[in-house]
Structure formats: C-alpha cells, structure tokens
C-alpha cells in the first residue's frame, strides 16, 4: 500500500536533497494546502486504509462524539452492529476489523451513517469525451473534508477510486476509469406531516425488520463487480435495499447518465441531463426536502453550463455552503477524477487530479503547478 504523499517516485529525490516530483511529475508548490491522500490498496477492502490514515479516523468518530454526545454514540454503535450481524451483511467482517483497529465506539455507526446532503449532476462532457458527474458532499461533521481520502481499490469489475474515510467500507463517490463514475445521495424525508425526530426514528425501525443491503454497501458491490455502464444501472435500479436513497450514475458515453431514485423495492430513472439534491423529482414517491435548500441547490447545479469552464467553476452558494465537505469532478471515459476537501465553506486541501493512475497537485483555478 502507498500515499501520494510518499510515493516510491520521491524517494530518489529526497534521498539526493532535491525537490520531490508529484505522481504526474509536476512540481510542488509550497504555498498550496496539501491535497487529499492517495492511498493504493491490496485488493477491493479499504481496511487497509488504517494502517496508514487511523488518525484520520479518530478525527471523524471524534466529531460525530461531540456533535451527538458520547452516550448517544455508544447506544447506536451497539444497535448498528446488532442490525448488521441480524442481517448478515456481506461486510461484516471488514466493519469488526475497523473496530478492533481503533478500539472505540463509532465504528459500526460510522458504517450505517446516511445524514448527509448532496447535489450531484451527470452530463455530457463539454469536451466531446464522455459523461461528466459533478458532485458536492455536504455533512454536518466538522473535520470531515480534512479526514477524506482516495482509495485505489480493486474488485472482480477492475479497479477504481473510492472517496472515502478510513473506517468506512461502504462507497459514497468513486470513479472507475472506463467503466463509470457513480455517487449516493440522502433522500428526502419520507413523512412530511411527522416531525423530523419522529421520521428518523421510524426510519430506523424499519430498518430493523430488513435484511436487505444499506444504499452504501450496494454502491461498494456495483463498482466491485459490474463491468460496463448498463450492468450498473440495472443493478442500482433493482436490488432491495434498506433505506430509500438517490443513485446517480455516469458512464463512458456522452448520453450514459441517470439519476435513480429509490425507494426499498421501487425506483423512478431519469436520463442525463440530470440533476440530483435531496429531494424527489418523480411526482410519485411521498417526502419533503430535508431543509437543506435542496430545490435551491438543485436548481442552481442545474443551471451550470460548462463549457470549457475551470474545475469547481459550478461550486458557487448555495451548492457551496458551510456544511459542503468534498467537491468533485469525474470522468470515467477520460479515467480523471479531481477533488478538493472543505470545511466551513472554506478550502481546507489542495486539490487533487488523478487521471487513470497518475495524481498531480492543481491550483484553485485548475493550473498544474
């Protein structure tokens, strides 16, 4: 397993005095907040990650300790690894590895959070070569953009990028290069007329009486085992799952984008373009914006024309916002993925392009340096 920040490529030059060169052989510019690291993993489980980037996730547990209390946290992660063992999750090995690692409650919570809000869009690349997703990942844990890293991963399918936390063994966003670029967002609340605390507690009872697999772990095994763009979106559309979520998947052709909507058993496709937040656009399924300014955000993302725009030119208020952790830009046809973490509505990394295999630092404005 290797980092981008002590690749084998550095070596000789830190051994000779020199200035090291980035993955892509670019130079490094010291002024820039270093980026995200690129950790290269033995196969398709992220546990690895603990063996270089823990503290990243003691960092993660310990702002979801404060944000929901120590007892709170405690009492959930005994109910999550209750419901993951009663389930037989396909994972549940990997979660009890994490959690002997770092030895804390938050493990087994971590592994079944689902409480962020997102806008995603897939369309043509403006360029002529491919689909394009853009991508804001907003979470109320502070800490969060600062804790993220990329994953090389491998699974039957090939190989991918997973942007992830160490600890965590589901998937949120990633990028398979030719293959597709896929991303989960929270759906909305399901009951509109119940206040919000009684909506989340019922959610969660249901959840007890299921085995079926949580929106996360579904997205893990789509870029572990599908092969092409249409493999994915059969799988995302029709396999049970836990909880109602919003798939966005983006493939290697101009016209292979959707958003999937789902409830556990049912599902609504749209065909790029198209946009995601946190709010249905099927006129079917029952719910309500989580009061996170989905409409707004939707709408802004919606609006983005590229056009041979620079990266993150569409991350502007309110897709841009105080909870946004990690944005992202994938193209699965041209294998680039490019991301930057954020806490605060500030910047806290550089940003990081990787195109197929090779990762360079980038300006705020796009340039390499």
């Not at 095994?221 to 092409?228: A, G, K, L, N, Y």
């Amino acid at each position: 397993m290797s980092t981008n920040s002590d690749t084998s490529i550095n070596a000789p030059a830190r051994r000779a005095g020199q200035r090291p060169r980035t993955l892509a052989g670019v130079e490094r510019a010291a002024e820039l907040l270093a980026p995200m690291p690129l950790v290269a993993l033995d196969g398709s489980s992220p546990v690895g990650l603990l063996d270089s980037e823990a503290a990243r996730a003691h960092t993660l547990i310990e702002a979801a300790t404060n944000l929901y209390g120590g007892l709170a946290v405690r009492v959930a992660d005994r109910l999550s690894r209750r419901w993951l063992v009663r389930s037989r999750n396909p994972y549940l090995g990997e979660i009890e590895t994490a959690a002997r690692h770092l030895d804390r409650p938050g493990v087994w919570l971590l592994n079944l959070s689902y409480e962020w809000a997102c806008t995603t869009r897939v369309l043509p690349d403006p360029h002529g070569v491919g689909n394009r997703m853009l991508r804001s990942l907003d979470w109320l844990l502070e800490g969060l953009g600062g804790a993220t890293v990329v994953a090389h991963q491998s699974g039957p399918a090939g190989p991918y990028y997973n942007v992830t936390w160490p600890g965590f063994v589901g998937v949120v966003t990633a990028m398979a290069p030719r293959r597709f670029s896929a991303a989960l967002n929270q759906a909305p609340w399901l009951r509109p007329r119940l206040p919000v605390w009684l909506d989340w507690t019922l959610d969660r009872l249901l959840l007890w009486r299921t085995g079926a697999m949580p929106p996360a772990h579904l997205l893990r095994q789509v870029f572990d085992e599908c092969r092409t763009f249409a493999e994915a979106k059969e799988r995302l559309r029709d396999t049970p799952i836990c909880l109602p979520a919003i798939f966005i998947l983006s493939g290697v052709n101009p016209d292979e984008g959707v958003v999937i909507e789902r409830l556990e058993l049912e599902a609504e496709v749209h065909e790029s373009p198209a946009c995601a937040a946190n709010h249905w656009l099927n006129g079917r399924f029952r719910g309500r914006d989580r009061r996170t300014q989905s409409v707004v955000r939707h709408a802004r993302l919606s609006r983005f024309e590229a056009n041979g725009a620079p990266s993150f030119s569409w991350l502007v208020p309110p897709v841009l916002n105080e909870s946004t952790r990690i944005a992202i830009e994938a193209n699965a046809a041209r294998g680039e993925l490019v991301l930057r973490g954020f806490d605060d509505g500030r910047a806290v990394t550089g940003v990081l392009r990787v195109v197929d295999g090779r990762a360079g630092r980038l300006t705020a404005e796009g340039a390499a340096v």
